[in-house]
């Protein structure tokens, strides 16, 4: 499966040939360093390992500087390894979005989704609330209500909705279109949303 690594920028639109007007999000997609080659000799599996960004030296490891080191690349921010990659690539070569995507290509987008720290469940789980404020309700609007059963069971059974952290998982949103292409600038325009906020980094693969 082919894919790159990039990072969302923002959102915008574009207007069509018959006017309509879509909505994308534009990401940053490369260039990619290929950091390592996995072979079926070697490793068992095909797989090209792609790094994308930079950070500083002083926050990695010896044992990643020296694997890195080989592809002579830079201190990569992330990397992430694509199985049965159809371009044939060696090792220290760099991958442009315009080696990978086209208009009108398909793909799917992964990424972190925004962190909305503690919620109740009416955010969280989409929960009515109790509504009626009259009739002895007092501060319960927005309650979850009862989560046990009686004396039996004597428990509350594992995985009950309830409140507590929302976001910040990880969210893979599939069946995007590749609405334009712009190769320099390194942009990939994509129609609809794609998970993260700005800033964030995320995975395309077609």
């Known amino acids: 499966m082919q894919g790159l690594i990039g990072k969302k920028i923002g959102m ?19 260039p990619c360093v290929v950091t390592q080659v996995k072979t079926i000799e070697t490793d068992g599996y095909s797989a ?38 159809e371009i044939e690539k060696s090792l220290g070569d760099t991958i442009t979005v315009d080696d990978v995507f086209q208009a009108e290509d398909i793909v799917k987008v992964s990424g ?26 007092h501060n319960r ?4 209500g009862s989560i046990g059963a009686a ?14 952290q929302d976001g910040n998982r990880k969210v893979t949103t599939k069946n995007l279109k590749v609405l334009r292409v712009m190769p320099e600038n390194n942009l990939l325009l994509i129609k609809g949303t794609v ?11 077609k």
């Open 12 to 30: 915008t639109s574009l207007f069509t040939e018959d006017g309509r007007n879509l909505a994308c999000t534009v990401v940053q997609t490369g």
């Open 48 to 85: 090209l390992q792609l790094g994308f960004g930079e950070r500083k030296a002083k926050n990695v490891s010896n044992q990643l500087k020296g694997h890195l080191s080989k592809s002579g690349d830079v201190i990569s921010q992330k990397l992430v390894e694509f199985r049965d990659f």
């Open 112 to 137: 972190f989704s925004k962190g909305k720290g503690f919620q109740g469940v009416v955010k969280r789980h989409n929960f009515a609330g109790v509504n009626d404020a009259t009739h002895g309700q």
């Open 141 to 144: 609007q927005r309650s979850p």
């Open 151 to 164: 004396s039996y069971p004597a428990k509350v059974f594992k995985g009950m909705r309830m409140a507590g």
């Open 195 to 205: 998970p993260g906020h700005k800033g964030s980094i995320v995975i395309i693969e």
